[in-house]
């Protein structure tokens, strides 16, 4: 299927940053291998971890996907504070704190029932560090998205395969740091 639009919207090209229309090709060519890097690099400690066991994979995504949950929930419902307003303006400090509980919570029930052999201090460790890096790589990647003048979609639908590719963003970015701590 194709990419259909309502009647009324309109395509605004003033907004797709026409800076980058005259960007040099050595900045074109940073950019592009800083998004390899990020990719890729999260994407082989994720095979990492899935060698030395698939549960501390889980684990990493786990802790992304429910952070992600409790941060929208909590956020909605108590959040004040604003995290990084021209970066992300919906993000809170109360969302992000919701975010490290909620991935904590799901790590350690999940680590209890799975991984037995784990202590539940590097559990909560790998969890709280997987959870930061992740609430840090969406920041980044809506950063490169405000740069780029694509970021601020709310209020749009919201497709499956968008919607997965956004939830992978906090995940890739939360792989290294749980294969770097899994070792506690």
């Not at 299927?1 to 309502?6: E, L, S, W």
């Not at 909605?76 to 904590?104: C, D, Q, Y």
């Not at 694509?150 to 963003?169: N, Y």
Request: aromatic fraction near 8%.
């Amino acid at each position: 299927m194709g990419d259909r639009r309502a009647p009324g919207d309109r395509v605004n090209v003033a907004r797709i940053a026409p800076e980058r229309f005259f960007e040099s090709p050595a900045e074109r060519g940073r950019r592009h291998c800083s998004a390899v890097v990020y990719i890729f690099g999260a994407w082989r400690a994720a095979l990492a971890l899935r060698e030395m066991n698939p549960h501390w994979l889980m684990i990493a995504l786990l802790v992304s996907w429910a952070g992600d949950t409790a941060a929208l929930y909590i956020g909605r419902a108590f959040g004040r504070h604003k995290l990084a307003p021209r970066v992300s303006p919906s993000k809170t400090w109360e969302g992000a704190i919701g975010s490290v509980a909620g991935g904590v919570l799901a790590a350690a029930v999940y680590a209890h029932f799975l991984i037995p052999s784990a202590s539940p201090w590097a559990v909560f460790a790998v969890a709280a560090a997987g959870n930061i890096a992740g609430q840090v790589g969406d920041l980044c990647e809506s950063a490169f998205k405000r740069g780029a003048g694509r970021e601020g979609i709310a209020g749009r639908r919201c497709r499956p395969r968008r919607l997965a590719r956004t939830a992978s963003i906090p995940a890739c970015s939360a792989s290294p740091w749980c294969m770097l701590c899994s070792g506690l």
